[in-house]
DNA sequence: AATCAGCGGTTAATCGATTATCTAAGCTCT
DNA sequence: AGAGCTTAGATAATCGATTAACCGCTGATT
C-alpha cells in the first residue's frame, strides 16, 4: 500500500497482482496471441477483483485514435436531428464506438470549436450535419489529414467526404404536386435562408412542380431569426392571396401553424399547408399536418456504417466520396385539404 | 522534414520553431507566469502558423482529469431533456467544459456502461438524469473515488450527490386541484412505471389533492413499453369512469390524446386532461394541453453550476449534498375546461 | 547434432503535455 | 562585493497503456 489514495488501479497494479509483466496484461486485454489460457484466467481474475479499467487517455495517447466519433448537429430541439442522433448512437455503440455529441445550435463560431476539438481529442471520425459555410475549410483540413468524415442531410460542395442525404428535391416536387392536384393554383414556399443545400433542393422540387404545371411562384425566404409566421399571414392580405403553403421545414411549419392559430384561419379552407419534415405530433394538432417524412433514422445508421467502414478499412486517407441518397415518404393528413380518414371510415 | 506523414503538430515542434524548450510553450499555453512578453508574442505566433493544437489525451493522462463532463439523459426525443441538455451544453462551454453527451434511452444496460466510459475517460465530473437503480451501486463507487455527481429530474436516496430537482409534488397537487375546482370528482391519475422518485412525488401530490378534497383516488399504473392509451379508454367504459386523467409526464400525455384521438373522445366534454410537462407543441394540438411546465433550461443551468463549483473547489471529494428545487408553473389551455383565452378575448 | 519456429513471457521505449527541479542572469540592498 | 531575490528558461521525470525488441524454452525439421 502506498500512500496514494487516488485509488486508480493501473495495468501494472494488475500484473504485480500476478506476478507477470505488463505486456502480458495488455495482451490479455486486447486479445491478442502468446498468452497461455491458464495466465489469461489469472489475469482476468485479478482484473475483475482489482475492479481495473484501461485508462482511455493513455490509449488514445499511445494509439493516435480512440475509438469515439464525433457526430455534431444543429440542435437537439429538433426531433429531426435528435431522432438521427438516436440511431448513430446505437449503431455506433453496437460497432464498439463511442459517440460523442454535440449541439452548435447554428452558431458557427460553437460550430468552429466543436470541430476543432474532434482534432485535438483524436476522435476517429466525424459525423456532421453541417450548419455554416465557415466550417469548410475547417473540414477539408480535417479530411486532409486523414480524418473520415460523412456529412448527413445538407453537404458543402468541395469536399470530400461521405454524404448521406435525402431525395429533397423529389420529396418537394411530390408535396408541391399534391397541392396542385388539390386544385390550388397559388402556392406560397416559405422557409428559412437558403444557405443549405437541401432546403435549396427542396425549393427547386417546388420550383419544378410549379413550372411543370405553368403556375407561378411564391416566395418567402427569409433568415434565420426573423419571425416568419407574421409574413405568411400578412401575404394573405396581399392582392394576389396564396391557397396554399409549403414549408421548407420543421421549424417553419410549426411557426407559421403557430402564426395562422393566432389568427384564427381555418386550414385547410382558407389556407392549405403542407410541410417538409414530418414530426411525431403532427397527427395530433387541431388540423393534422401533411407532411413529406424523411427516414431520419434510416439517415443516421447508413452515415454511422459509411463512417465505420472507412475506419476499418482505414481508407480515409483516399477519397471517401461515397454517397447515399434515401426516399422520403408523403404522409397524408389533413392540411391539404384530403378528407380525414376516420370520418370517411366510421360516419357519425 | 522527416518522413512522417502525420501531420501531428506537438509541443516539441512549436517550440523547435521558437528556439526554445518545451516549458516555455506550455507556459505559454497555460498562462503561467515565468514568460516574458515579447517571448509569448513568439511563441503564440508559430502556435498560430503551425496550427498547433494541444493533444488533450496527453493533457488528460497528465493531469489526470480532462476538461469535460459526462451527461447522461434517458432520451434525447423527449424535449424535456433535449431542452435541459442544450442548457448544460451552453453553461458548460462558458466556463470552458466540454459536454460528452450520452443517451442511455432507459437501458441499463446502456447506462451502466456509459458510466464505466466516463471512468476510464477520466470525466471531470457527471450529470445524470438516472432511469435505473442499477446504476446506484456505480454512482456511489464514482462518488468515493472522488468524482463529483449532480443527479438531475430524479435521484436516487443513498447517494451523496447534488441534486437539481422540481417541485414534483407541489406541481401536481396544483394540477389535481385544478380539476377538481373545475367540479371533476373522478379523477384518472395515469403514468408509466413508478421507479423514479420524481413520478412518486407527482403520485403524491395527486394523493394529497384528492385526500384533502375527500376523494377516492384512480390509477393507472404501467411498465414501461406497455400501450397506455387503450388503458384509459378502457376504464371510460367502466362503472365509474373517470371525468377527467392526470398524466404524469409528456409520453404519458401523447400516449393518452393519441388513444383519445384515435377514439373520437371529446375533451374536455367528455374526459378533460391536465399533464405533468409541457412541451412546445402543446398550445397547437386539437385541444391545446393544459400542463405543468418544468424549468427545464433552469434545471440544466443549476445542475451544471452545481457541478463546475465543485469542481474549482475540489470539494468533490467531500460530501457535496446540495440541493436545489425548483418551482414549476400551472400553463392554463383549453384540455381541462377553461375558456379558451382567444374566445374571450375576442368573440366572434 | 544443429538449426529453426513458435510459444510465453520480460524490459524498455514511446505517445505528447505538464511540472518539479535546476541553472543562469539581472537586480536590489546592506 | 556578496547575499538574497526574482525572472526566464532548460532538462528530465512523469502520467498509463502499447509495442518493438529480446530472451529462454520446447519440440520439430533437416
Chains 1, 2 share one sequence.
Do not use: W
Amino acid at each position: 500500500m502506498s500512500t496514494r489514495s487516488r485509488s486508480v488501479v493501473t495495468i501494472a497494479d494488475v500484473a504485480r497482482a500476478c506476478g507477470v509483466g505488463t505486456m502480458t496484461v495488455s495482451r490479455v486485454i486486447n486479445g491478442k496471441k502468446h498468452v497461455s489460457e491458464e495466465m489469461a484466467r489469472r489475469v482476468e481474475e485479478a482484473i475483475a477483483r482489482l475492479n481495473y479499467q484501461p485508462n482511455e487517455a493513455a490509449r488514445t495517447l499511445k494509439g493516435r485514435t480512440s475509438r469515439t466519433i464525433g457526430l455534431i448537429v444543429p440542435s437537439l430541439s429538433d426531433p429531426f436531428f435528435s431522432q438521427c442522433a438516436h440511431a448513430v448512437q446505437q449503431v455506433a455503440a453496437e460497432q464498439g464506438y463511442m459517440t460523442m455529441l454535440f449541439a452548435c445550435e447554428a452558431n458557427r463560431s460553437v460550430e468552429a470549436e466543436e470541430l476543432s476539438q474532434m482534432r485535438a481529442r483524436n476522435i476517429a471520425g466525424i459525423l456532421i450535419v453541417p450548419s455554416s459555410e465557415n466550417s469548410l475549410e475547417q473540414l477539408q483540413e480535417l479530411r486532409r489529414s486523414g480524418m473520415p468524415v460523412v456529412m448527413i442531410d445538407r453537404t458543402f460542395a468541395g469536399i470530400d467526404a461521405g454524404e448521406v442525404m435525402v431525395e429533397n428535391l423529389e420529396g418537394a416536387f411530390r408535396a408541391t404536386n399534391h397541392l396542385i392536384d388539390h386544385g390550388h393554383r397559388r402556392i406560397l414556399c416559405v422557409g428559412y435562408d437558403r444557405e443549405y443545400n437541401s432546403i435549396g433542393e427542396r425549393i427547386e422540387g417546388y420550383k419544378k412542380a410549379m413550372q411543370t404545371a405553368g403556375l407561378s411562384q411564391q416566395y418567402i425566404l427569409v433568415k434565420r431569426g426573423v419571425p416568419i409566421g407574421p409574413k405568411v399571414v400578412a401575404s394573405l392580405r396581399s392582392a394576389k392571396p396564396p391557397s396554399a403553403v409549403f414549408t421548407l421545414n420543421n421549424v417553419t411549419s410549426v411557426a407559421v401553424l403557430s402564426a395562422l392559430k393566432r389568427e384564427e384561419i381555418r386550414i385547410p379552407q382558407q389556407l392549405a399547408i403542407i410541410g417538409f419534415d414530418d414530426f411525431e405530433l403532427a397527427s395530433l394538432l387541431a388540423v393534422p399536418l401533411t407532411a413529406v417524412r424523411q427516414p431520419a433514422t434510416e439517415l443516421g445508421r447508413h452515415a454511422t456504417r459509411m463512417l465505420i467502414d472507412s475506419l476499418r478499412t482505414g481508407n480515409g486517407g483516399e477519397r471517401m466520396t461515397s454517397r447515399i441518397v434515401l426516399p422520403t415518404e408523403l404522409i397524408l393528413r389533413q392540411s391539404c385539404g384530403c378528407e380525414p380518414i376516420s370520418r370517411i371510415a366510421r360516419p357519425s
